[in-house]
């Protein structure tokens, strides 16, 4: 068994990220050179008081500045009306020197979510979630920026070698940000993937036939007879045990002896979201 060490990749990824920022490739737009030409500049919108959010928008900003790219966080009070958050979406959308645009999940129930992301430029969404960008993934078009977490996990088994090619692919839960694009972006590296969810029927069953393993469903559903002998497998959730112990979907003491490569939980898929949304950050779109 072999551990994907999502916390070292990202560093690695991070370093990467942070050249490209300061040299970019030919004909890319953003620059930080002494000449005071643009660099990324990705802000954050922030409504409300979550602690879970909070940590999540400043560890999004200490990478950020990690990596050269300009950070900028708005925040706004619970209860603030939704038309003044998407008018400031819309300000942001016009301002040149705002190259990506980020609203922090969830949003206070008088604010429609799904209004939010439509209102955000698709050139500046860099969580991969406006319908145009999720409408040319599933086309099979270059989207503007992939979602952060799939992208995220495809980074992670590259660094490893793992090829994806021929392999089936089972991905645990539909969700718009995690399972439904993972999905779409397996089929594009020629995996043959099939997805499960809360009414699937003989989920075992399944699951034993996966090369590839990808859950993401926030509770304790991976176990060690359900996996195939040498599978890769991928703990997307995370949360609280009865003992407050952070642990993932996948049993991991009794999955891990069976399967090939497996994430922990925490210091897997965590870091590579990151690394992967300062991946899109560090894009400019004009």
Not at 19 to 42: C, M, N, Q, T, Y
Not at 221 to 233: D, L
Not at 274 to 286: G, Q, W
């Amino acid at each position: 068994m072999n551990i994907l060490d999502g916390k070292k990749t990202s560093e690695k990824i991070l370093e990467r990220i942070k050249k490209r920022v300061s040299a970019p490739l030919a004909g890319e737009v953003s620059r930080s050179d002494a000449g005071g030409a643009e660099i990324p500049h990705l802000v954050v919108i922030l409504v409300g008081d979550n602690p879970a959010s909070k940590v999540y928008v400043r560890n999004k900003q200490k990478a950020a500045e990690k990596v050269g790219i300009k950070s900028t966080v708005i925040e706004f009070d619970s209860n603030i009306k939704e038309q003044i958050l998407l008018d400031k979406i819309i300000e942001l959308n016009n301002d040149n020197t705002v190259t990506g645009i980020l609203v922090q999940l969830p949003l206070p129930e008088q604010i429609d979510k799904n209004k939010v992301i439509l209102t955000i430029s698709p050139k500046k969404d860099v969580d991969g979630f406006h319908p145009e960008n999720v409408g040319r993934l599933a086309i099979g078009m270059e989207p503007y920026f992939y979602p952060a977490t799939p992208q995220g996990i495809l980074m992670l088994l590259d660094e490893y070698n793992i090829t994806l090619e021929g392999k089936h692919a089972v991905v645990i839960g539909r969700s718009n940000i995690v399972g439904k694009p993972m999905a779409q972006m397996l089929l594009k590296r020629n995996a043959t993937v099939t997805i499960c969810h809360s009414h699937t029927p003989n989920l075992d069953e399944i699951i034993k036939t996966a090369d590839i393993v990808v859950s993401a469903v926030g509770k304790k559903i991976v176990r060690c007879k359900m996996v195939k002998k040498n599978s890769v497998v991928i703990d997307v959730g995370i949360f609280k045990d009865t003992n407050g112990k952070l642990t993932g979907d996948v049993d991991f003491d009794i999955v891990s002896p069976t399967c090939g490569f497996i994430t922990p939980v925490p210091g897997g898929v965590g870091p590579m979201t990151i690394a992967s949304l300062m991946y899109n950050a560090s894009k400019v779109y004009r």
